[in-house]
C-alpha cells in the first residue's frame, strides 16, 4: 500500500472545549443534534467534561497511529459550544493556502482563532490567507469542508445545497482554490434537508463514503456516482440509517504506517462485514469514542481540519 496521498493529510488541527454543549443556535437545521433545553447546569458541566475527555482521547489515538496532532484547548471564554469542529471555519491546500470560512450560526463566528493561523504560518509554509468571513455581513456562508467534500485529487468539491452552503461563496472559493463544483439537493427519511455534505459523504484515496439515496434527484445521484467512479473511487453505498449514525463523517489520513479512516466507534459499528473489507483494501480503520461528541450533530470527521501544507524543515 501506498502510504502517502494528497488525498489524506498527515496532520490535522484540533480543539479541547471547555464549555461543550449542543448548540441550540444550530439546532433548527441539523436534525441530528439532540436538544439539551431541558438539562441541568451540572449536566450540562458533565456533558462538558466528557467531551473534553473525547478530544483527548481521540487526539492521543491519532498520534499513536502517527497523525501529527496539533491540539489547541478552548476554554470557553467565549459562546463557542461547537468549538470542537474546526474544519468548518478552516481548511489548508497544497501550494500553502488557507481559507477562513463565513460560519452561519453567529456565536460560531467565534470559533475563528488567530492563534491557530498564526501556528499553521509557524509550523508549515503558508504564502496566503483567504478570508471569507466578510459574507456573513451579507448573509452568504460556506462552512469548510462540512459545507463541501473535497477531492484533491480530481478537484471537485461536492456540496449538498443548504443554509450553510450558499452558491455564491461555493463558487467564489472554486474559481480560486480550483475545484469544480458539484451541488445536489438532499433528503433525509422525513424529508428534512442534510445540513452539511460531510455527514452524508466523505471521499478517500480509493474509495468514497457516500449515501447516495439522500441525493434527491436520481440523475444527479446518477451525476454523483459516475464522478466518483470516474475519478478513480470504488463507491460504498451507505443507507439512511447508516448516515444517522455518522458512517459518513470520517477522515483518511495519512500514518506512520499507512493510511488509517479515522471514524467514530458508533459509525464503525453500523458498516457492514462488506463494507469495512473494502475500506480496509486501502486504509486501516480506526475508530474512536465519541458519543458526547455526537450529541452536538458533528463526529470525527468535524473533529479534523486537515492540514494539506508542506511542514517547514528544522
Known amino acids: 500500500m501506498n502510504t502517502q496521498s494528497i488525498q489524506a493529510p498527515a496532520a490535522v488541527v484540533m480543539v479541547r472545549p471547555h464549555r461543550f454543549m449542543p448548540n441550540p443556535q444550530t439546532a433548527a437545521d441539523n436534525a441530528f443534534q439532540c436538544n439539551p433545553a431541558a438539562s441541568s447546569a451540572a449536566t450540562m458541566h458533565t456533558l462538558a467534561e466528557q467531551a473534553r475527555e473525547e478530544v483527548t482521547a481521540a487526539a492521543h489515538a491519532l498520534t499513536q497511529a502517527g497523525v501529527r496532532v496539533h491540539l489547541f484547548d478552548d476554554h470557553g471564554e467565549h459562546d463557542t459550544p461547537d468549538s470542537a469542529f474546526p474544519n468548518n471555519w478552516l481548511t489548508t491546500h497544497a501550494g500553502g493556502r488557507v481559507a477562513l470560512f463565513p460560519m452561519y450560526s453567529p456565536n460560531r463566528r467565534r470559533e475563528r482563532r488567530a492563534d491557530i493561523v498564526e501556528m499553521l504560518k509557524t509550523k508549515y509554509r503558508v504564502r496566503e490567507i483567504v478570508d471569507y468571513s466578510g459574507l456573513e455581513h451579507d448573509g ?63 471521499v478517500a484515496t480509493a474509495f468514497a463514503l457516500v449515501g447516495l439515496d439522500a441525493i434527491r434527484d436520481p440523475h444527479r445521484r446518477d451525476d454523483v456516482r459516475h464522478r466518483l467512479l470516474e475519478t478513480g473511487r470504488t463507491v460504498i453505498a451507505l443507507d439512511h440509517e447508516q448516515i444517522a449514525n455518522f458512517a459518513a463523517n470520517a477522515l483518511e489520513l495519512n500514518g506512520r504506517d499507512g493510511r488509517i479512516l479515522a471514524l467514530s466507534k458508533r459509525a464503525f459499528a453500523c458498516l457492514t462485514p462488506g463494507q469495512r473489507e473494502l475500506i480496509e483494501r486501502s486504509a486501516r480503520l480506526l475508530p474512536l469514542d465519541v458519543p458526547t461528541i455526537e450529541t452536538a450533530g458533528g463526529s470525527v470527521r468535524c473533529m479534523l481540519a486537515g492540514i494539506h501544507l508542506a511542514a517547514r524543515i528544522g
Open 140 to 202: 452568504v456562508f460556506l462552512e469548510g469542508t462540512g459545507a463541501m467534500v473535497l477531492d484533491h485529487v480530481g478537484r471537485i468539491a461536492y456540496a449538498a445545497r443548504s443554509h450553510r452552503a450558499d452558491p455564491i461563496a461555493l463558487e467564489r472559493f472554486c474559481a480560486q482554490f480550483h475545484f469544480e463544483p458539484i451541488c445536489f439537493d438532499t433528503t433525509d427519511p422525513e424529508g428534512r434537508a442534510i445540513y452539511h455534505t460531510n455527514v452524508m459523504m466523505s
